[in-house]
């Protein structure tokens, strides 16, 4: 018995003082290395795991990294800029996001509200918006002139390419369109045919990737996805995009879903995911590549297990998945496109970037 409490004593005073190191990774090197140092100050002032993330995507939302994150790009059909975004505490699993964000440009901070002062999870549109003034946001349009003449000179192009689908005009002209009768194209198939092997029978509208949208421009895509780990040995995700160049009004992506733009357990690791969220979200990438890292595979490994499943099935999909244990090994894949993600740790020298092979 003396023993054992002997014991007990011991372990409990290790995790007190036991200082972990801080680590952040983010899905993007080159602009996004800016948003890497800024968390990684912050966990080495003294920060959380989650104030790292909130001041790391911070930054790329003010600095509008590749154009993809932040206020004044990607239109939508509407000419509007809209924000997405999540932020994940990965010793709780509490989570806050927010989804097509028109009136307000800092998506992260409202994320973190929403995690704080609801106990509900994903707030889009309107209603987040509403809860933006609540909460004391003040209104900065997401919108500028800039988003207005990407939209015109997209316009100008009989606003192509789009991400309609099955409706013929749309592959010529701007819309309104109209859906009368449902083309045959529509009907689901019975199956279809990846590499020789029947990968799906049944069900309704089997759509393909978006593979010319996402592999024409990077610059049309690329949101911030980040994982930070703090000295107490905390975990959080978060990510941050104004989506995808040209999406239709309303869209949401993957990146403020729980699982598919980013997904942490304090006692696993953390993954985050980056590319066509359309497909990706569908197959929960970052909870799925979390979930192989529990079960012993190494970030690696699970990363590729997760690009792996979504191209067996969309082969041409672009899109890159991050990952980090407990033990800090970290690692990622891409699919159809060339990728680098950037890292920072106590004992990395400054920001490092890592180079994927595809
Ligand atoms: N996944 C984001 C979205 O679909 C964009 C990106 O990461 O490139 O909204």
Known sequence: ????????AIVAFAAVVSCKENFVMNTWSGVFEDATAEAY??????????DGVENGCRICETEQCDTSVGYGNHPDTRSHTSLDAMI???????????????????????????????????????????????????????????????????????????FYENIPAATSQCGPY???????????????????????VSGVGLRGGNEKLWAANREDHDTIGMITIDSNGSLACGTSTNGANHKIAGRVGDSPITGAGCYADTTVGGCAATGDGDVMMRFLPAFYAVTLMESGQSPTQASQAAIRRI????????????????????????????????????????????????
């Open 1 to 8: 018995m003396l023993i054992k409490i002997g014991i007990t």
């Open 41 to 50: 100050r912050t966990l080495a002032n003294g920060g959380s795991a989650l």
């Open 88 to 162: 994940m505490d990965g010793d709780n699993f509490d989570v806050g996001s927010v989804g097509f964000i028109r009136k307000y440009r800092n998506a992260i901070t409202l994320a973190r509200y929403v995690m704080v002062y609801t106990s509900q999870t994903l707030l889009v549109g309107e209603g987040a918006e509403e809860f933006a003034q609540m909460v004391g946001f003040s209104e900065d349009s997401a919108t500028t002139s800039n988003t207005v003449s990407v939209y015109d000179a997209w316009r100008d192009a009989n606003c192509q390419p789009n």
């Open 178 to 200: 109209h859906i009368d009768p449902l083309p045959s194209s529509a009907v689901a198939k019975d199956s279809w045919q990846v590499n020789s092997t029947t990968v799906r």
């Open 311 to 358: 191209a067996k099935v969309f082969p041409t999909f672009s899109g890159a998945v991050v990952c980090v244990n407990t033990d800090l090994f970290h690692g990622g894949a891409s699919n159809n496109m060339s990728f680098s993600y950037s890292y920072a740790s106590d004992s990395s020298d400054g920001v490092q970037v890592v180079t994927v092979a595809e």
